[in-house]
Nanobody, 125 residues
Framework: QVQLVESGGGLVQAGGSLRLSCAAS????????MGWFRQAPGKEREFAAA????????AYLDSVKGRFTISRDNAKNTVYLQMNSLKPEDTAVYYC??????????????????WGQGTQVTVSS
């Protein structure tokens, strides 16, 4: 059973940056595709970014492309989400998730088997 713990959220002004981290334990991290999802108040959880087991394939939500970068360090069992040029509409709880399908980053939250508790990101205008 994989346990995931997110960190790095906080309050930032529009145009600022944050880097989220997700530390994994209890499983073989390199066997998983890793994803970041987010959920704003009153909205459904949505896909933000995902990365395959070795970082060779990535996928992004169109609205974050060019601003967010997902990466992973398998030696540290950690996946990151670098978020630049943040906008108020990026405000949400951000969740890290693990998918047993290691080669293809998937966008459907239902495909992810393991989830963290989330970290709040608030972008002020």
């Amino acid at each position: 059973q994989v346990q995931l713990v997110e960190s790095g959220g906080g309050l930032v002004q529009a145009g600022g940056s944050l880097r989220l981290s997700c530390a994994a334990s209890g499983g073989i991290f390199s066997l998983y595709t890793m994803g970041w999802f987010r959920q704003a108040p009153g909205k459904e959880r949505e896909f933000a970014a995902a990365i395959s087991w070795n970082g060779g394939n990535t996928a992004y939500l169109d609205s974050v492309k060019g601003r967010f970068t997902i990466s992973r360090d398998n030696a540290k069992n950690t996946v990151y989400l670098q978020m630049n040029s943040l906008k108020p509409e990026d405000t949400a709880v951000y969740y890290c998730a693990a998918d047993n399908l290691k080669f293809t980053p998937r966008r459907d939250a239902r495909q992810y088997e393991h989830w963290g508790q989330g970290t709040q990101v608030t972008v002020s205008s």
